[in-house]
């Protein structure tokens, strides 16, 4: 033997025992108390509730681990509870913190250092570095001074709490494979079961991990087995769970039942807004039923829409009162490409002629027409940046004189353009901003087209100035955006199914069992379809289309998103049918009379009202023209996608001759109708003693179909 190795030993063991007599008597430091530490935990991902408490969304807020909920005592199974005693600290229910006699075999071992090094840490002392960064085990070891420190720590713990309370804040709060902290969380990501439901080879798989997190198979199921052993159980039932938890990767794939996905964009934004550290929960204003019902009607929708090259849709509904977001879907979530991750809710663009209820809106409050005001729908042609803008109706002609109810009800896009001007480009602009629509560029960029929704905007920003329309112009911050007896006009205009009816017919989506102003809308070349609506309580915004913006095919308003909104409106009134609302001050009755439409009850801001309208000397004779009048030389088209493929008509007009286009005859006559197709064209008006007028055109935005149509399609128009 060697004396002198000897004497060192004792001499160490001596320091050892001499510093326990300094932890026992040392006096109490800070630690934290049992309800704070339980106060304290948070899990990895941050679950959101609906304004009822229904679980509705499971988003990931702390990348480094991964734990669940504080799971109580009570909650874990016997067998897991007992298993890890066994494991980690058979005299805990006995002891005070330290299991001096398990510490001395431990301390001589270590300090004879003949074979691997052996720990003494009891649950409480491992609690303790759990706790405490300071009392944690480094990579190297602790010190004699660390490991005296860590004892001292335990010694307080065990003073202060409970038993159960420490054995429960272990087994939520010790290391376990890979990222999973806690054994919820080990449970249900390898074993895919709550801990309440752990049986004995379950529990003992997990209690050995515990002694190594991330060793490998073969020893994890010594240990296990071992541990089933002396409790006097087999070991046959370890190998099946041991093939379904620790294969490569089972730490990181979740086979736990799914988490809440019901408001994925929803709850990205609601993350945003916040600073750690993150709630366990979160109670948002959605509503879980209807959230769901949105996702529903939504999937239902692009499926049957399936074959007409449509992918992707997105919802919001907005508490009229209160601005509160009922339900916001962002996207389908059926695309098979990363344009579910992207949130359509807050992607701009081209609203269509959803802009349309502004503009008249606009119009009624600075008197320059009301709802009897006859507006002439025929052909125009207005300056649009470096062409011409024609805009174009839904049916095959015009509609000559039309009062603005059935205007802007049926959605005729003349009237519209010819208002957008009146007002000028720049003024609607600024009041279309002033609604919140946060329009990008100016109103000179848009020129004419603005009033048809040219522009981009969100279905956020739009629902919301929709919203502003249904509480009479007030803006959610207060600020009063024209009139409320404007905004009334328009949505009574809105909600007359009768007036619509020239347009879309007396049965279509947009009626609803009670009152619901609502307007369609359909971008350039058919990339976007919306429908906005309000009720009495409600404001839906729907959109449907491509995130990657190829276009449609043959989706108009009433065929795209409409659908989903009246499924929404109808469950949103299920039971309560929305009522319009009251007439404000300053709009009047008046049974108006005239030569262009029956005799009817009209509404009309104060002092606008009139008795009779007529059209005042507008004569229907056909014009004297000189050559070609129409279109003129350069002329650009723009065909508005609201209108369907096959009915749309451009208007060729001038002297009585015979019409080539594209070097085919296509009719006789000083007024040629033609169905358009894109491309550049040349016109030709042949006409007597061989003289021939020319007009070279471009048509964009028209819907390509299967078959070109024969130059030959073209008709005199009606």
């Given amino acids: 033997m060697n004396i002198g190795r000897e004497r060192t030993r004792w001499a160490r063991v001596g320091l050892m025992l001499a510093g326990l007599g300094v932890v026992v008597g040392s006096p109490a430091s800070a630690l934290p108390a049992y309800p704070d530490v339980r106060a304290a935990h948070r899990p990895s991902d941050l679950t959101l509730l609906d304004r009822h408490g229904t679980p509705l969304q499971s988003i990931r807020t702390d990348p480094t681990a991964r734990r669940l909920p504080w799971v109580a005592l009570t909650d874990f199974s016997p067998a897991l509870r007992t298993a890890i005693v066994l494991a980690e600290d058979h005299r805990f229910h006995a002891h005070t913190g330290v299991d001096w006699s398990g510490l001395a075999r431990s301390t001589w071992a270590n300090l004879a250092g003949d074979g691997a090094r052996q720990g003494a840490s009891t649950i409480t002392m491992q609690l303790a570095g759990l706790l405490d960064a300071e009392h944690a085990r480094p990579a190297q070891g602790r010190s004699v001074t660390a490991k005296l420190g860590q004892i001292a720590a335990a010694r307080r713990l065990e003073a202060r709490w409970s038993k159960a309370q420490l054995l429960e804040a272990y087994l939520n ?72 938890a620790l294969v490569p990767g089972a730490a990181a794939r979740a086979v736990q039942p799914a988490p809440p996905n019901d408001a994925p964009h929803y709850a990205r934004q609601v993350v945003r807004g916040l600073k750690p550290p993150f709630p366990a929960t979160l109670t948002t204003t959605l509503d879980a039923g209807l959230q769901r019902l949105a996702v529903q009607a939504l999937r239902q929708q692009l499926a049957e829409l399936s074959q007409r090259h449509i992918e992707d849709g997105a919802v919001l509904v907005l508490d009229n009162a209160t601005g509160a977001v009922r339900a916001w879907v962002g996207s389908s979530g059926a695309a098979l490409s990363d344009a579910a991750a992207v949130d359509m809710v807050l992607t701009r663009r081209q609203p269509g002629s959803t802009l349309k209820p502004f503009v008249y809106a606009m119009a009624f409050e600075r008197r320059l027409i009301t709802p009897a005001s006859l507006l002439e729908d025929a052909p125009a042609q207005l300056m649009a940046g470096s062409g011409v803008y024609a805009p174009q109706n839904y049916d095959h002609d015009y509609h000559g004189w039309v009062s603005a109810r059935n205007a802007l ?114 971008s350039k070349d058919l ?3 919306w429908c906005v609506g309000w009720t009495d309580r409600y404001t839906v915004g729907v959109w449907v289309g491509n995130a990657s913006g190829e276009p449609m095919q043959a989706v108009s308003g009433t065929v795209g998103a409409a659908p989903v909104w009246r499924t929404l409106v109808q469950a949103l009134h299920d039971g309560e049918p929305s009522r319009p609302p009251p007439m404000p001050a300053g709009v009047v009755r008046q049974l108006v009379a005239g030569d262009a439409q029956p005799a009817r009850t009209e509404h009309f801001l104060a002092g606008t009202e009139q008795a009779e309208i007529r059209r005042g000397g507008h004569t229907q004779a056909s014009a004297q ?24 008509r451009i208007v060729f007009e001038g002297e009585p001759g015979q019409w080539w286009l594209d070097g085919k005859r296509i009719g006789q006559g000083a007024r040629i109708s033609w169905a358009p197709w894109p491309g550049r064209h040349v016109l030709e008006l042949r006409l007597g003693g061989g003289r021939v007028e020319t007009v070279r055109f471009e048509v964009r935005g028209a819907t390509i179909s299967s078959a070109r149509p024969a130059a030959s399609a073209g008709r005199p128009a009606r």
């Avoid at 919820?184 to 002694?211: F, I, M, N, Q, Y």
């Avoid at 969100?458 to 911050?477: M, P, V, W």
């Avoid at 006009?489 to 809105?494: N, R």
């Avoid at 003129?632 to 609201?642: N, S």
């Fill in 409 to 522: 009800a049926a959605s005729l896009n003349i009237p519209a353009v010819r208002l957008g001007v009146m007002l000028t480009p720049d003024a609607l602009f600024d009041r279309l901003n002033a609604y919140g629509l946060a329009i990008r560029h100016s109103g000179g960029f848009h020129g004419a087209a603005l009033a048809l929704g040219s522009a981009e905007v969100t279905l956020f920003a739009l629902t919301h100035a929709y919203r502003t329309l249904a509480n009479g112009g007030r803006t959610a911050n207060g600020q009063q955006v024209g009139t409320p007896a404007a905004a009334w006009l328009v949505g009574d205009i809105l909600s007359d199914n009768a007036a619509r009816s020239i347009t879309f017919g007396l049965d279509s989506p947009l009626v609803t069992r009670g009152f619901a102003a609502v307007k369609t809308g359909t």
């Fill in 527 to 529: 990339r976007d379809n």
């Fill in 625 to 648: 023209y000189h050559g070609i009048a129409r279109p003129q030389q350069g002329a650009l088209y723009a065909i508005d996608p609201d209108i369907p493929p096959r009915v749309q």
């Fill in 173 to 244: 709060r010790v290391p376990m494979r890979g990222e999973l902290v806690g054994i919820p969380a080990a449970s249900r990501v390898l074993l895919g079961k709550h801990p309440s439901g752990l049986d004995a080879a379950e529990s003992a798989l997990l209690a050995a991990l515990v002694r190594g997190p991330n060793a490998a198979r073969d020893v994890v199921v010594r240990r296990a087995c071992a541990l089933l052993l002396q409790q006097r159980l087999d070991c046959a039932a370890l190998e099946p769970v041991a093939s379904r």
